[in-house]
C-alpha cells in the first residue's frame, strides 16, 4: 500500500480531500515522433525510477523499417538506438537489464535477413552498440535473448551449429567468447525450444527433446556453463511431454506437469533445481483416466491444482506444500456442467480466491469466493448481483490485499468492476459500461498495489480506452487522452516504475496511426510513492 504522509500533513490532506473537485480530464503528452502513419508496435522500459527511460520499436525514419528508439520519461526527444535497417526489416525483440544499464536486442543489422543479438548502454549514446552472439553461418539466426536477473550475462538460442535447430548459449552482457549449455545435439531434428534463468540467476532451465523427437523435458544447469545439465523430469515415454512449470521456494524447486507414465495423463510433479532426478509427485491418486489436471498456481511453498472429471463433468480444487505431502481438497463441484473457472493465489499463498457457481434466489451464477490453503469453510466474497450477472474474470493485486473482479450482465451486455479485500469486506465499485456491448477485459495493477489501469470500450461503443481506479473504491478516471475518430487504445500498457505514469500505445491523434504516450496515473499522489521495480512472479513456462 502506499506510505501514509506524515502526521502534520493528515489534517491538511483531510480538508483537501473533503473541497476537492471531481477528477480533472486526463493529463497525457506524446512520447513518440516521426513519419505521418508510422507505427510504434511495442515498448520497454529500464525499470528505473531515477533515471527513468522508454525503449520502443518504430518505423520513425524509413517506412517498414522497425528500428529501436528511446526516449527520457523526463523529457526531451526520442532517438534512435539500433542500427539503420532496411524497408521490412524490424527488431525481432529487446529487454533491459534488471539493473537498468543495459538493454539487449535483437536485428538483423549487420546481414539481412539474420537477425543477432547485440546490446547497448541504456543511457549511451546512439550507435553505441556491441554484437553479443558469435557471427553465424549464413541463414542462421539468433531466435530469442534474455538477459539474466543479476544484469551480468545474456542467454540465446541460436541455430548455430545445425540449420533449424536451436541450441542454448550464454554470453557476458561486456562481450566475450559464448558458452553453450545444453548437451549436443544427435543431429537436426532435436531443439532447445525455450529457457528462463531461476530468480536469483545462477542458472538455466530450458525446454529440449533430447531422449525422444518431439517429446520435450526440462533440464537445467549452471548459468555460466562449467558443469553439464542435469535432467529435471523422470522418465519419459516416447510421446510424453512436460507442459508447464512454476518456479516454488523461491525458485529452489521447479513444480511441473508431464504425462510421464500415460500418454496425455498429466499429473503433477516438483523437483530441486539444483539436483533434478524427477522429484516427487504432488498430486493425489486420481480415481481414473478420464479425471485429469488442467490448471495450477504456484506462490512460495504452496501449490493448488484443478482436476477436472470428464465423467461427472465437474470440477475440485486441492492444495499441496511445493515438496510434497498429503494433498489437501479445498472446494468441488458436484452437478455435472458447473465448474470453477478462475483461480488465482495471494503472493503470500495463504488465500485462494476462485470463482464457483453459487444458488441466490433460485438463480445459479458464478461469484467470487476466498478459502484458505490450510483448509477450512469458503466465504462469498461477491455480494448483490443481479438474476443476468456473473463473475467473469479475476485477478489479486501484487501486495495480496485487494482482488478485483470483472461483473458481466448478460440482459444488458456491458461489463463493471469491482475491487474487495482479500481478508473480506463489502466490495467496491470501480468502473461501469455507460452503453450496451461495453466490454473491458484487460487490467493492469500499478506497482505499489494501490491503483488499477482498464481498458476497454467502457463510455463510447467501439472505442477503446483506458480507466485508472483506487481500489479501495475512493476515484476513478480516464487515463488516456481524447480519442480522434477511429482510435483506439491498444492493450501494449505499462505503469512506469515510479507508479504514477501510464504508459500506452494508440492512435489517439490519427486513425492508424499508432503512437507512445505517457498518461497520470495519480490523482492525489503525495509524492512519496515510490512502487517495487520488480514483482517476480511464478509464470508458468511451456515449451
Known sequence: MSRSPGPGLLAPLAL????????????????SAGLPGSQVT?????GRATDPLVFFEQDAEIPGAFELHRVDLRGGSPERVSAVLPPGAE????????????????????????????????SGPPGS??????????????HLAWPSPASDRVAYLADRDFAGAPELFVVPIGGGPAVKINAPLPDATRAVTDFWFTPDGSRLVYFQDESFDEAFELFAAPAGGGAPPVQLNGAFLATSDVVGFAWAEGGERIVYLADPQVDERFELFSVPVATGGGGVKLNHALAHPQQAINAVRVAGDVVVYRVYDSVDDTDSLWSVGASGGTPLPLVSTTVAGEYLP???????????LFVAPYEEGGVTAPHLFRVSTGG?????????????????????????????FRIYDALLDRDRFEAVPVTGGPPQPLLAGSQSHSWGGHWWFSPDGDRVAIH???????????????????WTRKASGPMAPGGDATTWVRWAADGRTLLYLADQQSD??????????????SGFEWGSLVDWSSAVGSP
Do not use: K
Not at 511495442?42 to 529500464?46: R, S, Y
Not at 525481432?92 to 535477413?113: C, I, K, R
Not at 507512445?516 to 499522489?525: K, Q, R, S, T, V
Open 376 to 404: 477450512g469453510p469458503a466465504e462469498r466474497l461477491s455480494a448483490g448481483l443481479s438474476a443476468d450477472e456473473e463473475v467473469n474474470q479475476l485477478a489479486v493485486s501484487p501486495d495480496g490485499a485487494f482482488a478485483l
Open 342 to 352: 478462475f483461480l488465482e493465489l495471494t503472493p503470500d499463498g495463504a488465500t485462494l
Open 91 to 122: 527488431v525481432d525483440s529487446y529487454a533491459s537489464t534488471l539493473d537498468g544499464l543495459w538493454v539487449v536486442y535483437l536485428a538483423p543489422q549487420l546481414e539481412a535477413g539474420q537477425p543477432e543479438l547485440f546490446r547497448i548502454p541504456a
Open 456 to 474: 476497454g470500450d467502457l463510455e463510447s461503443d467501439g472505442v477503446d480506452e483506458l480507466w485508472i481506479g483506487e481500489l479501495d473504491g475512493s
Open 42 to 46: 511495442t515498448f520497454g522500459m529500464n
Open 512 to 525: 492508424g496511426e499508432v503512437a507512445l504516450y505517457a498518461g497520470d496515473g495519480c490523482l492525489f499522489c
Open 16 to 31: 483537501l480531500l473533503l473541497a476537492a473537485p471531481a477528477p480533472a480530464p486526463a493529463e497525457w503528452r506524446r512520447l
Open 129 to 142: 552498440w556491441l554484437r553479443l552472439s558469435e557471427p553465424l553461418p549464413a541463414g542462421r539466426r539468433v
